[in-house]
């Protein structure tokens, strides 16, 4: 038997897995009170549905993640509280949040996601951490095929530059 061959949840965290769990709880304890936020700013019923249900997948995270930590002997990061529930047509419309604004905000945050979860699933030790990582990073990839049909539905996708097509003179 190797070294750290037994069961995975028996094994200490090595550091790097401690910060990326710990900053990945973080950045989601930030992000759901960001999502309260603007989810009493949003207008479209669909929307509204789309965050209520990223905003539930992400309270699940926190809560495994908040075990994970407390089973290791970790402190927990900081946490901010819930915000409360508003009706969007209260905010004044300088101040509110537009909806095209809300889901590519969402929408870059889940990229960012991706990319958090690819980084602690790369620098882990534990195969029970990368796991959960793993699933992590598949909600997030499952919710961003999600937003990005949203976005197209109601036109708020904001793509680069697109490649003009070729005349067909150019191709002879």
Request: glycine fraction near 8%; charged fraction near 20%; proline fraction near 8%.
């Amino acid at each position: 038997m190797g070294i750290l061959s037994g069961n995975p949840s028996k094994e200490p965290l090595h550091v790097g897995e401690i910060t990326g769990i710990w900053a990945y709880l973080l950045s989601t304890n930030g992000l759901l009170r960001l999502y309260e936020t603007l989810n009493n700013h949003a207008g479209d019923d669909d929307l509204k549905r789309e965050l209520q249900d990223l905003h539930k997948t992400m309270e699940e995270e926190t809560v495994k993640l908040t075990q994970l930590l407390k089973e290791n002997g970790i402190p927990l990061p900081p946490e901010t509280p819930e915000r409360p529930v508003a009706d969007a047509e209260t905010i004044p419309p300088g101040a509110r949040v537009l909806d095209p604004e809300i889901a590519n905000t969402v929408s870059m945050n889940l990229g960012q996601g991706l990319v958090s979860c690819s980084m602690v699933m790369g620098q882990c030790v534990r195969e029970d951490v990368a796991m959960l990582f793993g699933q992590f990073h598949a909600s997030k990839a499952l919710a961003g095929a999600k937003w990005l049909r949203l976005m197209k539905e109601k036109a708020w996708l904001i793509t680069p530059p697109l490649q003009p097509q070729l005349s067909t003179a150019k191709k002879a």
